[in-house]
């Protein structure tokens, strides 16, 4: 299963991306939550430590092996990635290939294409 925790839903994704997703299994996806720029550390870690054990009973109710798609504010997913890592739960950022066209009255456009899916490395 391919968990996907971010701000990008996945019929939004193009299908390239899907197909790559569907290769770990079904997707699911989970809206990244809304983070309080004024939390503290422990805020964080506590807000991270509820989403794992959310992330954890879909795996054990799908009982099969899961990779986690976590995009995000940094803090939160150092913390959530961290945890899911503690216990072998493979965790993978998307990458893009970002595109600015500017148009002639100084209007800027940015498009993201993606290009892969990335391991997050496993510290220790």
């Given at each position: 299963?391919?968990?996907?925790?971010?701000?990008?839903?996945?019929?939004?994704?193009?299908?390239?991306?899907?197909?790559?997703?569907?290769?770990?299994?079904?997707?699911?996806?989970?809206?990244?939550?809304?983070?309080?720029?004024?939390?503290?550390?422990?805020?964080?870690?506590?807000?991270?430590?509820?989403?794992f054990?959310d992330?954890i009973?879909?795996?054990?109710?799908?009982?099969?092996?899961?990779?986690?798609?976590?995009?995000?504010?940094?803090?939160?997913?150092?913390?959530?990635?961290?945890?899911?890592?503690?216990?072998?739960?493979?965790?993978?950022?998307?990458?893009?290939?970002?595109?600015?066209?500017?148009?002639?009255?100084?209007?800027?456009?940015?498009?993201?294409?993606?290009?892969?899916?990335?391991?997050?490395?496993?510290?220790?």
């Amino acid at each position: 299963m391919f968990i996907n925790l971010s701000n990008h839903p996945s019929n939004r994704w193009n299908s390239t991306q899907k197909k790559i997703a569907s290769s770990f299994g079904s997707i699911k996806d989970i809206p990244f939550p809304k983070i309080d720029p004024k939390a503290s550390s422990a805020d964080i870690l506590t807000l991270a430590k509820t989403y794992f054990e959310d992330i954890i009973d879909i795996k054990n109710s799908a009982n099969t092996p899961i990779t986690v798609h976590i995009m995000g504010e940094m803090n939160f997913v150092y913390a959530l990635v961290s945890l899911l890592q503690a216990i072998d739960i493979q965790c993978v950022a998307s990458t893009t290939e970002r595109k600015v066209l500017e148009e002639k009255d100084g209007k800027k456009t940015v498009q993201f294409n993606f290009i892969q899916f990335r391991d997050y490395p496993k510290m220790i």
